[in-house]
């Protein structure tokens, strides 16, 4: 049963490894997602009153990121035009004889309203609060971000979906061969007088052990692995947090248990229907 342990324990891996880059990715889609900015240029000549007007009004949207100063950026006319000169080298504003920026507020906005519908909706709410002149935001950006998140959703579900059942496949004929050994033993017990849940409880009760040794087994590789990979990268930080590591961890564990118990189920009980030609066949 070793071997049992050892087959389980890589499947469940091959998938703690791929639920680990799924999640990545999914993590790493909300840090995009979560920093696009919309910017919003107020009208000529804005006084201070209307501006903090603006961004009280904007922090009561619920498509801003968070409600407090961190979720917006102002940048005055004056600071924009002192920074184009310093990128230029010249002082424009003498050449063209007035500042032609604009006081500019920049927005970030909640992940949840990252579709370009939802979006439009967005630039036309903000367009209706008075002293906004325009809203600006990468929409063809956006548009490739949300289509390339699609596609690749749905690449990672599919592998997910195939490496699960090439896993279930593994383990149940993995089991299937370790019980082969134990076929004439049922058949014993069912001779003594034996009753069928008499004789699963101690099999299912063995899959259960094994099932949770192969989870804790794999998270633990699962758990050097990342921690290598991270420290190999020199990353400060983790991009999946620990808290959504030990739910893949937990999810192993349950998923090894579940899977060697429903496969012991089903092979025990195929001996259990079988009649004595079909055991030596």
């Known amino acids: 049963y070793i071997s049992v342990v050892f087959s389980v324990s890589l499947s469940l ?69 002192k920074e184009f000169s310093k990128e230029i080298g010249e002082d424009f504003i003498k050449f063209l004889g007035n500042n032609p920026l604009r006081d500019l507020i920049i927005l970030k906005i909640n992940s949840d309203f990252f579709e370009k519908e939802k979006l439009t909706e967005i630039e036309e709410d903000i367009l209706k609060i ?29 592998i997910f979906i195939i490496l699960f059942i090439i896993s279930v496949i593994l383990i149940t004929n993995t089991l299937r061969i370790a019980l082969f050994s134990q076929r004439f033993l049922i058949r014993s017990m069912q001779l003594v007088g034996a009753t069928s849940s008499y004789i699963l409880k101690p099999f299912l009760f063995r899959g259960i052990i094994y099932g949770l040794v192969s989870g804790i087994l794999s998270s633990s590789l699962l758990f050097l692995i990342i921690t290598l990979v991270n420290e190999k990268m020199n990353a400060t930080e983790v991009i999946v947090s620990f808290e959504k590591l030990s739910i893949i961890f937990i999810t192993l564990i349950t998923t090894g248990i579940v899977m060697v118990m429903l496969s012991t189920y089903v092979s025990v009980n195929k001996y259990l229907g079988s009649s004595l030609d079909d055991l030596y066949n």
């Open 13 to 81: 891996l091959l998938l703690g490894i791929f639920s680990f880059f799924l999640l990545s990715s999914l993590e790493v889609k909300k840090i995009i997602q979560d920093n696009t900015e919309i910017n919003i240029y107020l009208n000529k000549e804005i006084s201070s009153s209307q501006v903090d007007r603006i961004k009280r009004i904007l922090f009561t949207k619920e498509y801003v990121l968070e409600k407090d100063e961190s979720t917006l950026t102002f940048i005055s006319s004056d600071v924009a035009a």
């Open 130 to 158: 008075s002293g906004v002149y325009e809203v600006d935001y990468s929409k063809d950006v956006i548009s490739d971000i949300n289509n390339n998140i699609r596609n690749l959703s749905f690449i990672f579900i599919s």
